[in-house]
């Protein structure tokens, strides 16, 4: 069982920037391809950034490349999402998970709280 536990969201003007950071607890051994996935109000949740296990290998959506850069951390298992030139449609409740398919971005079934980033002026 993996615990999920992401936090750095806030409310930012257009053209700004946040920084999140998940933790994904409960593996002392396993080092886990880990993702950021996103859901807006009244839309499915969707793929945003995946990096792999040793961080040599991230992907991207279309729509945050440029703008969005994923890494991990010195911590086990923590991954971060550096996001720039935000935009009132990146709203949205941000989600980390393990990915289990760098093709095709599965994520595991379980997911944390997320956290909610708001971008308005």
């Known amino acids: 069982q993996v615990q999920l536990v992401e936090s750095g969201g806030g409310l930012v003007q257009p053209g700004g920037s946040l920084r999140l950071s998940c933790v994904a607890s409960g593996s002392t051994s396993q080092t886990y391809t880990l993702g950021w996935y996103r859901q807006a109000p009244g839309k499915e949740r969707e793929f945003v950034a995946v990096?792999?296990?040793?961080?040599?290998?991230?992907k991207y959506a279309d729509f945050v490349k440029g703008r969005f850069t994923i890494s991990r951390g010195n911590v086990k298992n923590a991954v971060y999402l550096q996001m720039n030139s935000l935009k009132p449609e990146d709203t949205a409740v941000y989600y980390c998970?393990?990915?289990?398919?760098?093709?095709?971005?599965?994520?595991?079934?379980?997911w944390g709280q997320g956290t909610q980033v708001t971008v308005s002026s």
């Open positions: 998970n393990v990915v289990e398919n760098l093709q095709t971005f599965d994520p595991w079934d379980s």
């Open positions: 990096i792999s296990r040793s961080g040599s290998i991230t």
